[in-house]
């Protein structure tokens, strides 16, 4: 069964540190995709990357940051926590084209900043 | 710019009750993929369906319905005779065709069946 895995489910951080979301996937897809939730907003695309060392800014990068050295790992890092970065991030990946299936998404990891 | 608009932010029904949630969209390409997600408590979304835009056969799957109108960009999900275990956030997504992987979102509709 194809799998994408977030290191953790619930994190608690302080405000000013640095914290690495970690999320593997295999599925040997190129594409894969961090995402956060929020009430009423639905899920806000914040960067994704299309191959290996390759990322693009999603819709909300500001306070972010991503790296993809290798192809099943796509960690997200946030180089200042605050408080305002409390969500539920869900990783995904997916395979180039007309993919029947759309996206495959790990469970998340809900993040609370103190 | 895309955009998904899932008007109904929460709804509840008695069990064994339909009930239809609804999701109109915008965009300006003319071949796009249209997708639901279902996400329980447990957090995970789970993959419902997936619509090209060239397709508007409605679909069936057991107890769900998709009805697909380019007409009026919407694309709205129909669940009959409901069970408790239908109860989740659903959302509604859009996505461009050529070379763009990106998902945009619908805000999700809570979903409670009532036993």
């Known amino acids: 069964d194809v799998k994408v895995t977030q290191s953790s489910r619930y994190l608690v951080k302080r405000t000013g540190e640095k914290v690495f979301l970690e999320c593997v996937q295999d599925?040997?897809?190129?594409?894969m995709f961090w995402y956060r939730q929020d009430p009423g907003l639905g899920l806000r695309l914040i960067y994704f990357?299309?191959?290996?060392?390759?990322?693009e800014k999603g819709d909300i990068p500001e306070g972010y940051s991503v790296s993809r050295e290798k192809k099943e790992r796509f960690s997200l890092i946030l180089e200042s926590a605050s408080t305002n970065q409390t969500s539920m991030y869900l990783c995904?990946?997916?395979?180039?084209?007309?993919?029947?299936?759309?996206?495959?998404f790990g469970s998340g990891t809900r993040l609370t900043v103190v | 710019a895309q955009k998904v608009t899932q008007a109904q932010t929460e709804i509840s029904v008695v069990e064994k009750e339909d009930v239809t949630l609804d999701c109109v969209y915008e965009?300006?390409?003319?071949?796009?993929?249209l997708f639901w997600y279902k996400q329980p408590p447990s957090g995970e979304l789970v993959f419902l369906i997936r619509?090209?835009?060239?397709?508007?056969q409605n679909e069936i799957s057991g107890r769900y319905s998709w009805n697909f109108q380019k007409s009026t960009s919407s694309f709205n999900f129909t669940i009959t005779a409901s069970q408790v275990v239908d109860s989740a956030v659903y959302f509604c997504?859009?996505?461009?065709?050529?070379?763009?992987?990106?998902?945009?979102f619908g805000t999700g509709t809570r979903l409670t069946i009532i036993p």
């Open positions: 995904a990946s997916s395979s180039p084209g007309a993919s029947n299936y759309g996206y495959t």
């Open positions: 599925m040997d897809h190129e594409n």
């Open positions: 990357s299309y191959d290996v060392k390759m990322k």
């Open positions: 965009t300006r390409d003319t071949t796009y993929y």
């Open positions: 619509r090209n835009s060239f397709d508007e």
């Open positions: 997504a859009l996505r461009a065709n050529f070379g763009n992987e990106k998902l945009t």
